[in-house]
Each structure stands twice: as C-alpha cells, then as structure tokens.
C-alpha cells in the first residue's frame, strides 16, 4: 500500500516526510532518522547560512546514504518603515526590561542579502548534490527551477490555496506540499493577504486534487495512521508531518517546547504574527497576548523576526515558556514522546491495520 | 460498509445527515428526499416558530414514512447595551438607504420570549412522535434531556472542541456532531469564546474520538465519498453535509445564493460576525466588508440578527447578493447542482468505489 509514484519520485519506502522545521528542530540525528526508517528527512535550511548548511549535510551522509530533503525560503521584498519599528520597538521594551535583554544592534536584514544567502544555499545544494528541494513562501524563478531540474533534483512547492498550487505546478514543481488551516508554524501563503490560506484539510485536499496533475502531499495535523489514510481518501499521495516529529527525541526542539506540547489542548493553538511578522501557529503564550493588541501593525517578516530574536533566545535559556514560540499544529493531543523509529513503526503500523480493516 | 451502531440508533441505511441549515434551505422537499434515500434529513428548526414547526413535521410525514429529525438552537442569555446598538444602527443606515429598507420596528428578542420558544418547540416534538433531535449553541437543561428520553427521543449534541464535545457526553447526548473550522453557517462554539472553536476537522475528529464513547459524526467541508471515506478512517461514524445539499435542488437556499456557491472559490468564503452577531462562515460580499471595521463591537447574536433581518430580506427580494448571508463551506468548488436523488447516489457510490480501491 505504501508505494506510488510520490515514493518512486523520492525514492523512499513510505511517502511520509518530515516537515522542515526552520529554527533548530531538524537537527542532523532527526532528518538522518527519519531517512532510515524509511521516511524522507528534511533540513529546515531557511535560517542557515550557507556554511552551516554545508556542513550539515555532510554530517547527515555520515548517518545515512537514504535520501534527504532541503528546503529553503524564497525571498520576497519587504520595506522597513520607522513607524512601524518603532511601535514594534516600544511593544517589545517592557518585556526586554523584563528579561534583561539588551536593545538589539538592529543591524536589519535586507532583501538583497536575503537573496544572496538564497543564492548561495542553491549553490550548496547542487554542489552537495542532494536529490529532493522544497521551497516554502513562493515560488522561485524559472531559472531556479531550471537549474535544480538539470542537476536531477526533485523540485517541491508549497500551497495552502488551490491557485497557489496551480502556481506551484505551472512553474514546473514535481510536487506540491498543501498546507492546511491546521499545520503548526509559518504559514506558506504567498500570493494574496495571509488570511486567504486557512483552509482545512478536509476542504483543500480534494479541491486541488480535482485540478491538479502533479503529486499533492498533505500537511497539518497529521499525527498518525488515522491522519495518513484520512488524507490519502481525500486524495493525497503523501503526508507531511510536522508536530508529530517536533516532539521526538532526535528533534532539536526545546525540551520546555515539547513538554508544552505534550501538555496542551487544540483548542490552545492560536494564529499570531507576534513572533516573525508572518502568521504563525502555536501555542498560546503571555509574548502571543501582549501583542496581540497591535498585531496587524507589527513590520513584516523578517524584520519583526529579527526584532523578536533576543527576546526568544533568551527566553529559551532562562526556560520562560512564556515568551518562546511555541510553534505546533492543531493536534497536540496526539503527540507522543517516541523516538522516530517508534514513532514511524508506531504510525505505519496504524495505517496498515487501518487499512486492513477497512 | 455502512451499517454501524449510529444507523442502527438512527434506524437509516446510510450514516449520512443533512445538515439542518436553519432559515430555509431545509424545505420539506429536501428533508423528505433525504430521508427517503436512506440518509437522514434534518428541519433547521432554529427560526420556526411553534406553529411553523408542527406544520412542518405534518407535511413531511405525508411525503416519507422514514426517520427524519428536528434541530433547535439552545436559548442563552444576552442583553441590549444601547451604545451597540446604536453602532449597529449607525453602521446598517447607509446600506437600509441605499436598499430603500425603513428602519426596523425594532421589537428586540428577548431571552425569556426565546426560552418560552424553545419550551413550545421541545413539546411538539414530543407530541409528533419525532424520533430524533439535535442541539446547537448550547446543551439543553437536564430535565429536557431526561424528557425527551423518556419518549424514546435520539438526542444528538453539537460540539467544537474536545472540550464541548465531553460536556455533551455527560449532559447524556447519545451522539455528537463535532464541527470543524471548515463548517459553513454559524459556528456552535458554546463554550468559551468563538475563537476558539476553530479547528480543522483532520485535528478536530482524532483528538475528540479518543476521549469519547458515545459516536461521533463529522461536519465541515465535506462534499462527497472522499470526505466520507476520510472521516470514517479519522474516527467518524457518520458525517453531516450541509453546502451539499444546500445546492440541491430540493433546497430552499435562494437560487442566487445557490449559484454564488457555484461558481465561488475556496479563498472566498470567510468567518463574520456581521450578520448575526455570532460567528459564521460564508462567501465574502459589500456587506462583510462594510461591517468588518467594527466586527467585534456588534450587538451579540440574536440582537444583529433581528437587526439586520430586513436587510437581508430585501436584498434576497431584489437579488443583491452584496448585502444577503451567502452562507457555505470551506468546499465549494465540490459543489454540484443535482436532485438529492442524484447526490446520494454519487456520493454512496464514490464512497463505496473508493473502500473497494484502497
């Protein structure tokens, strides 16, 4: 039951990939794991810097010799407006005076870096010759898609409307990720407002499916076998999971992070623009409150982001949940602590005998 | 496939209920069809009045000789600040010159007249012998449960969150019906602010089955045998369709309500408060745009409601689906325009085509 042409695409055993997760979850030992066991492994590549990406493939094909995924952000323009810092600014004082956190240096990203940085992750994929790239927040150019395409790797897209994996298909994707109202962390949206996107599974996966020609892997708050057979009904070929993993052991997820998971209910996972200046979904914490008045104000991702990078840094470190992005899909009560091989026997299992059942 | 313990209790052959859209798709045309099918149709009974419900219930039983059932809203207390209502007022002048609709009477609802309705309601029901009846907004009192099971009465409970769905298994609800965030019309959050209540049913029916005993019956976005076929491998044992049956022909959605759905997309149906005061899902128009910038300062449902009944009354009169309660799902790109016969008939056999092939 588990081979098909995303799988033959892959070249993996069971169509089941580890989402990346950007900003420490994927650690080496997590993507290595998931690709033995048979899944795909994705390094969540966004926040690193070419070297850190280099060097951290080739400490995965130390673990492995399966297949692994990269995926990367698209940049996108932004503007940096003083106002809009400023309020930003003057919201995020009492809480840097509460933690003791010094003014950031403020040295702001730009658009032109972004790109470079882009540029020279590509690079390192190709040169690394890894086989499988997805890329989160837009599509990249036709010459992106061009390049990778000669060097034989697999191109993957990520859509949470039906346009915008119709973008994803004409732009020559092998795959698209559709990413639904329940995943857990940034939201891929990308062509119209934020809000657009938030749409359930159960509604999104056979809307594009009855449009699309190229595989459609489905993502958000799948946790296990039920969800995985759930989306393949509806017309899914693949699953991404996200949470599900976060909380494993090889994850590089905070422990407070995992423990807040494992205890929370899904009616505690909000949708904030808090933490990055992009909608985001996690848990619901005092940071998520006090922001909330000003939200949609905030500067745009990435500059809140950066903004926001001391504070949760040092709020990880001083273990103050209540200021960490506690990022995680609408299903935390199906979180287990496993390792991945139990958490991947555990869900195969599952589907199987669901399967089976029938 | 489709015998279960919740055909047996509701003594149809396909586990599949017509959502009981309050307001007038549920025509005695449709949920006569419904039930004559094999399913189960449903009166939206919410805005009968007693008179309406009985005569109702009469014409049915000359149609079909099958179970059909009865859906009452559970009465909750509210108040009429002035300073809200003159907001509203404020807000709804331009669109009532612009409609030619004069100013309402203004003879607000109150709670006890609403109680008073519900009582009156719960009595015919018992009187015609109906066999089934569902709740939304809220869990009736003990005394009524007790009653209505004391006349062999099927009570079904609506429930958002784990949470809710909990309390509706101790109130002794012999069933639920759990409503994802895809959900068209009004949300049945009733524990708790709106808000959190939105969660897709690929989370919502997982987490809700693993902690409920009584079964469990899924409603939001789904359209056909895949969404059938999904949420049975979730943990649901049966579904409730509404924006499918909305489209039928038998329904007595208005047609421009009906086309609108047609040809809307997923991206365009959006969650309001502007035309009742309680938070409800439907495809954005000039009316939801106009009231947006104070959404959340709205008199509460059912103060908006009566407020801007006229409106909505004139606008369907004159065919301006700007200012009209387009009400529907995550799904409409599913939708299709077919006899109820015909819908049946499809989705019974997708559903059974899809068991055959996985």
Redesign the interface.
Known sequence: ?WENSLSRLLKINYPIIQAPMAGGPTTTELVAAVSTEGGLGMIGAGYLSPDQLRSQIQEIHKLTDKPFGINLFVPKPYTADGKTLRLAGDLLKPIREELQVGEDLLVLPTFEQDVKTFEEQLKIIIEEQISICSFTFGIPSPQVVTKLKENSIVVIGTAT???EAILNEKAGMDAVVVQ???AGGHRGTFY?HE??????????I??VF?VLDIPLIAA?????G??I???????AIGVQMGTAFLVCKESGANALHKEAIMEA???QV?LTRAFSGKMARGLNNGFIEIMSQKEEELPDYPLQNELTKAIRKNAAAKGSTEYMSLWS???P??AKKLTVRQLMNKIILEAET??SK?
């Open positions: 039951m409307t039906v346009e639904g109202a329940e119209g809000d657009r996107g938030l749409i359930g599974l159960m509604s999104l056979p809307q009855d958000g708050g799948i946790m296990d039920r969800g057979m759930a989306a393949k009904c509806l017309g209910t899904e009616d909000v899909g609408q299903s009560r199906l669901l399967h029938l």
